[in-house]
């Protein structure tokens, strides 16, 4: 049984045949596509768990790309990890603001490598949130089963991840959640310590469900602690 499918996109050759022989080796099916029109083409077409996605592509910026993959495609089940030389939280921040769930800093290791695509693929196990099928913050709806957000009459997808991390709070309401419990929860044991991932995701999930994401009312930071939502009684 495949371990997954995944579509690496890069415009080094010799990278894309590392890649693929790493990951073949391991159990995955593997796709891979040179430039941001090469990876939207294979898209429309293939079906992929994740996209091993470089910053820096000879046609486009990578970053670009995933921003565009998450717009345009948002039905698209994908995990998207970005792939770069560069290493400051700006860097990070920008690339997981795009829609990316995680980031992998060159050079890698492919113990590194292999325990991030499972980080990215891993789901909780059903039931481990006890999360209600649906929940109403004010004027917005989240309904789990569909992986959609209802506010204001506009209906918007949430990613897999964002799908993860909501479900984990809800199924927690109204307590005082971690960093490091929100982190191992939804990425992983190997995850404590990569707090802008939170303060990007919980900022992705504010715009979707809060009126005023800058003022909310439902999914509070406690700070230097963690987070909290809030679900009326």
């Not at 400051?88 to 695509?117: C, H, M, N, W």
């Not at 997808?157 to 490091?180: C, F, Q, S």
């Not at 991932?197 to 994401?213: G, S």
């Not at 003022?215 to 700070?223: G, S, Y």
Request: proline share 5%.
């Amino acid at each position: 049984m495949s371990a997954g499918r995944i579509l690496v996109v890069d415009d080094e050759p010799q990278i894309r045949r590392v890649m693929r022989t790493t990951l073949v080796a391991n159990g995955y099916e593997v796709d891979d596509a040179r430039t941001a029109e090469e990876a939207l083409e294979k898209l429309r077409t293939g079906r992929y768990d994740a996209l091993l996605l470089d910053v820096n592509l000879g046609d486009a910026n990578g970053i670009e790309l995933c921003r565009t993959i998450r717009r345009e495609r948002p039905n698209l089940e994908p995990s998207i990890l970005m792939l770069t030389v560069r290493n400051t939280e700006k860097d990070k921040v920008q690339a997981l603001d795009a829609g990316a769930d995680d980031y992998i800093t060159k050079p890698f290791s492919t113990p590194e490598l292999l325990a991030r695509i499972r980080a990215a693929l891993r789901r909780m196990p059903a039931g481990a949130t006890a999360a209600p099928e649906s929940i109403t913050l004010g004027g917005t709806v989240v309904d789990f089963a569909a992986r959609e957000v209802t506010s204001r009459g506009i209906k918007t997808r949430l990613t897999v991840k964002e799908l993860d991390l909501l479900a984990y709070m809800a199924g927690h309401a109204n307590r005082t959640l971690t960093h490091r419990e929100l982190l191992q929860a939804v990425w992983g044991p190997e995850y404590g310590d990569e707090q802008e991932y939170l303060r990007v995701f919980v900022n992705r999930l504010r715009k979707k469900m809060e009126a005023e994401p800058g003022k909310p009312k439902f999914l509070l930071t406690e700070p230097w602690v963690g987070y909290r939502l809030i679900l009326p009684r």
